[in-house]
């Protein structure tokens, strides 16, 4: 069973579209099979239902046990290939 990622923003659109696509891109590169879910950083408590990591660019507050990587590393480009190094560290079985 794929596992699965959460990534959020401050409002949907365009922050978490592109770190969505980045890590997305990264893991199909490496044959790493996950399901991605995008939401509002306000939206996470509500859509933590069998999600194994959370991606965020903003404070999501508390998400019980669920890791938590907040980064902006995927808009910068500074410390994305430790990020990526990880989520993979984080969803490897």
């Known amino acids: 069973m794929a596992k699965k990622i959460l990534v959020s923003c401050g409002t ?16 199909k590169e490496k044959g790493i099979k ?6 509002k950083a306000a939206e996470v408590p509500s859509k ?6 959370i991606v ?10 669920i890791p938590v990587i907040q980064t902006l590393s995927f808009l910068t ?14 969803i490897k079985d």
């Open 48 to 53: 933590l239902d069998g999600v194994d990591l």
């Open 12 to 27: 949907a659109v365009a922050t978490s579209t592109v770190v969505l696509r980045k890590i997305e891109d990264h893991l």
């Open 77 to 90: 480009g500074v410390g994305m290939d430790a990020d990526l190094e990880k989520i993979i560290s984080y």
């Open 56 to 65: 965020t660019t903003t404070p999501v507050g508390d998400v019980g046990n």
């Open 34 to 39: 996950v399901d991605m879910i995008q939401c």
